[in-house]
């Protein structure tokens, strides 16, 4: 309790020092006050004042603020009044006060980094389990509204997706390209409260459609990661539930070293060299082999079997996707329209 208070009186010193360069900055009628992009800022400042009190320490909000302190520097040049709150900002991203185990170090997701004020694509850190370290994200900021987080990509092959339940566990790739940010920040990111899937298709004849599952979640490891996708709208079609036997809405999670699927006699993530919420096997897998383009064999690329062209009538081959995008936000968000 000692602790805590200590930590409460830090972070109320910081704010009013924080209120003390705004006010100088108001009365000496420093740019901030005409409006525009500087005047938007200045109002998130005060909004995430607010939420530090209430809700969350000055550590998770570091880096809007410290988004907030990039942003403004260029219009910080000689204005002594812009100056001083730059240095403020600066100095309490790369000093945030001390917190307790199993608090919040980072924001949850992207669009808690979104209703701090940060409306820009880009790498943020997020904390989806208070109980997990922080993990690197691609947080979409403009499609829709914006506020979604990225949970797979695919855009060149360069990363390999047959990978092991513990992979598919943990994350793999990089956010900056290919990857799959993990079953286990999957199933932090939905366990609590209602949220949305929506996963983006281009083809290499740049066709591009989507697919949104208003009702989405992962459950836990003991539950093995079951998929609920259910609601759907777009364009796409829904090919996660496609028919009785190739249903992958309510199925658990497969890799080639944990069958989970309805497949009798095999293992669908062997047999397809991917993880994936396989039923007995795939009406889609957007885990599969990246090909550039056709190919034949066995339908191990990135597949949806609700697209509008599957195969070359010509030659017989099957068509596999240029890109794919997998996101996840709170149902109930509201960003830019």
């Given at each position: 309790m000692?602790?805590?208070?200590?930590?409460?009186?830090?972070?109320?010193?910081?704010?009013?020092?924080l209120?003390h360069?705004?006010?100088?900055?108001?009365?000496?009628?420093?740019?901030?006050?005409?409006?525009?992009?500087?005047?938007?800022s200045?109002?998130?400042?005060?909004?995430?004042?607010?939420?530090?009190?209430t809700?969350?320490?000055?550590?998770?909000?570091?880096?809007?603020?410290?988004?907030?302190?990039?942003?403004l520097?260029?219009?910080a040049?000689?204005?002594?009044?812009?100056?001083?709150?730059?240095?403020f900002?600066?100095?309490?991203?790369?000093?945030?006060?001390?917190?307790?185990?199993?608090?919040?170090?980072?924001?949850?997701?992207?669009?808690q980094?979104?209703?701090?004020?940060?409306?820009?694509?880009g790498?943020?850190?997020?904390?989806?389990?208070?109980?997990?370290p922080?993990?690197?994200?691609?947080?979409?900021m403009?499609?829709?509204?914006?506020?979604?987080t990225?949970?797979?990509?695919?855009?060149?092959?360069s990363?390999?997706?047959?990978r092991?339940?513990?992979?598919?566990?943990?994350?793999?790739?990089?956010?900056?390209?290919?990857?799959?940010?993990?079953?286990a920040?999957?199933?932090?990111l939905?366990s609590?409260?209602?949220?949305?899937?929506?996963?983006?298709?281009?083809?290499?004849?740049?066709?591009?459609?989507y697919?949104?599952?208003?009702?989405?979640?992962?459950?836990?490891?003991?539950?093995?990661?079951?998929?609920?996708?259910?609601?759907?709208?777009g364009?796409a079609?829904?090919?996660?539930s496609?028919?009785?036997?190739?249903?992958?809405?309510g199925?658990?999670?497969?890799?080639?070293?944990?069958d989970?699927?309805?497949?009798?006699?095999?293992n669908?993530?062997?047999?397809?060299?991917?993880?994936?919420?396989?039923?007995?096997?795939?009406?889609?897998?957007?885990?599969?082999?990246?090909?550039?383009?056709?190919?034949?064999?066995?339908?191990?690329?990135?597949y949806w079997?609700?697209?509008?062209i599957?195969?070359?009538g010509?030659?017989?081959?099957?068509?596999s996707?240029?890109?794919?995008?997998?996101k996840?936000?709170?149902?109930?968000?509201?960003?830019?329209?």
């Amino acid at each position: 309790m000692e602790h805590r208070h200590d930590k409460t009186g830090g972070v109320k010193e910081r704010l009013v020092q924080l209120q003390h360069c705004m006010r100088s900055l108001q009365e000496t009628g420093g740019s901030w006050s005409q409006g525009g992009q500087e005047s938007d800022s200045l109002g998130a400042i005060l909004a995430l004042m607010a939420a530090v009190l209430t809700e969350c320490d000055l550590h998770c909000h570091s880096q809007a603020l410290g988004a907030m302190a990039k942003r403004l520097e260029i219009a910080a040049v000689g204005r002594e009044g812009e100056k001083d709150l730059l240095l403020f900002l600066k100095s309490i991203t790369q000093y945030p006060p001390t917190v307790a185990p199993l608090e919040r170090l980072h924001p949850q997701d992207c669009a808690q980094i979104y209703r701090l004020g940060i409306k820009e694509n880009g790498i943020y850190t997020i904390q989806p389990d208070m109980r997990r370290p922080a993990l690197e994200a691609k947080c979409d900021m403009e499609t829709a509204g914006g506020g979604w987080t990225v949970i797979q990509n695919r855009q060149d092959g360069s990363v390999d997706f047959n990978r092991t339940w513990q992979e598919y566990q943990e994350g793999f790739g990089s956010p900056q390209g290919e990857h799959w940010l993990g079953n286990a920040a999957l199933y932090a990111l939905t366990s609590t409260g209602q949220h949305q899937l929506r996963i983006e298709l281009e083809d290499w004849h740049q066709q591009r459609r989507y697919a949104i599952y208003n009702n989405f979640k992962v459950a836990s490891e003991a539950q093995r990661y079951r998929l609920t996708a259910r609601e759907y709208s777009g364009d796409a079609g829904n090919a996660l539930s496609y028919s009785k036997r190739y249903n992958h809405d309510g199925r658990p999670f497969t890799t080639a070293d944990r069958d989970h699927d309805r497949y009798a006699t095999g293992n669908c993530g062997h047999y397809y060299g991917a993880g994936w919420w396989f039923d007995a096997c795939l009406a889609a897998n957007l885990n599969g082999r990246y090909y550039r383009g056709r190919y034949s064999g066995v339908t191990n690329g990135i597949y949806w079997g609700t697209w509008y062209i599957l195969t070359d009538g010509r030659t017989g081959e099957r068509y596999s996707f240029k890109s794919v995008e997998m996101k996840t936000r709170p149902r109930n968000f509201v960003g830019a329209s």
